[in-house]
T-cell receptor, first 115, second 115 residues
Framework: DVKVTQSSRYLVKRTGEKVFLECVQD?????MFWYRQDPGLGLRLIYF???????EKGDIPEGYSVSREKKERFSLILESASTNQTSMYLC??????????????FGSGTQLSVL | AQSVTQLDSQVPVFEEAPVELRCNYS??????LFWYVQYPNQGLQLLLK??????LVKGINGFEAEFNKSQTSFHLRKPSVHISDTAEYFC?????????????FGKGTKLSVKP
């Protein structure tokens, strides 16, 4: 089975801190994604990466950056955490197959609280 | 631009009753459609997907969905629900063009199955 592991289940940080959220997948997937999930808003894409050192902005990239130095690891960085970044963060990975032939595998999520 | 609308934020039903979770999409091009399920304290997992061919798609756990092009809908159904189906369900459409594997998610429908 594919495993997508997020390093922390719960995280509490202070406003202004630099925060790193780590995600590791064990199936050699090309694509990796960071979403945030908020009640009533569903999942919104922050950033995604389709190869090592390659990244693209999603729908809400402001206040975030990402790093993908190795294929299996995709890090989300909050340069200066703010209270409006309190959220559930979900990492996902997928293979590149034929058009439309894809399946996202999700981690269990990191609940980040910024105080 | 594509979008996904889930018409109900919450659906309460009794055990063994049928259920339909509604999803409408907008797109001017061919679409690939997905339903994901999120059980409490877990990440999302794929229930089923429509890529082409038969408009009735069967997924895991007894769920099925019907693609209706004229009504731009992809409603999820189950003839008899179980307590263990209590979860949040997300409809998604693959973002046309751009990098592979990029999905647009609806805001989610919380299914609550009562005994």
């Amino acid at each position: 089975d594919v495993k997508v592991t997020q390093s922390s289940r719960y995280l509490v940080k202070r406003t202004g801190e630099k925060v790193f959220l780590e995600c590791v997948q064990d199936m050699d997937h090309e694509n990796m994604f960071w979403y945030r999930q908020d009640p009533g808003l569903g999942l919104r894409l922050i950033y995604f990466s389709y190869d090592v050192k390659m990244k693209e902005k999603g729908d809400i990239p402001e206040g975030y950056s990402v790093s993908r130095e190795k294929k299996e690891r995709f890090s989300l960085i909050l340069e200066s955490a703010s209270t409006n970044q309190t959220s559930m963060y979900l990492c996902a990975s997928s293979l590149i197959l034929g058009q439309g032939q894809q399946k996202l595998f999700f981690g269990s999520g990191t609940q980040l609280s910024v105080l | 631009a594509q979008s996904v609308t889930q018409l109900d934020s919450q659906v309460p039903v009794f055990e063994e009753a049928p259920v339909e979770l509604r999803c409408n999409y907008s797109s001017s091009v061919s679409v690939y459609l997905f339903w994901y399920v999120q059980y409490p304290n877990q990440g999302l997992q794929l229930l089923l997907k429509y890529l082409s061919g038969s408009t009735l798609v069967k997924g895991i756990n007894g769920f099925e969905a019907e693609f209706n092009k004229s009504q731009t809908s992809f409603h999820l159904r189950k003839p008899s629900v179980h307590i263990s189906d209590t979860a949040e369900y997300f409809c998604a459409v693959k973002r046309y063009g751009g990098s592979q594997g990029n999905l647009i998610f609806g805001k989610g429908t919380k299914l609550s199955v009562k005994p």
